[in-house]
């Protein structure tokens, strides 16, 4: 696919096809990152990370672990 440069301000633009954008997970204010390999510019998404739930617990350590909170009595149907 070819696609046109245009300038916005000081600056060049270059519009990314929707379909490009969602199988690379691009979104409106998203970033990305611009690098020259051999002469030829590559633009690839900065992702946020993905968590894991086991990627979240390995931060949870008997230092950092609180104990029970008390709310108060039940509301409504709870049943503890």
């Known amino acids: 696919m ?11 633009g270059l519009r990314i ?3 490009f954008a969602d199988e690379v997970g691009l979104e409106e204010q998203g970033e990305v990152e611009l690098t020259l390999v051999r002469g030829t510019l590559v633009i690839r998404p900065i992702l946020p990370p993905a968590f894991t739930l ?3 617990l390995s931060g949870v350590t008997k230092r950092n672990r ?3 909170v008390e709310s108060g009595a039940p ?6």
């Open 66 to 68: 609180h104990d029970e």
């Open 75 to 80: 509301v409504g149907r709870e049943v503890w």
């Open 17 to 19: 096809p929707k379909p």
């Open 54 to 56: 086991e990627g979240l």
């Open 2 to 12: 070819n696609a046109k440069i245009q300038k916005w301000g000081n600056s060049l």
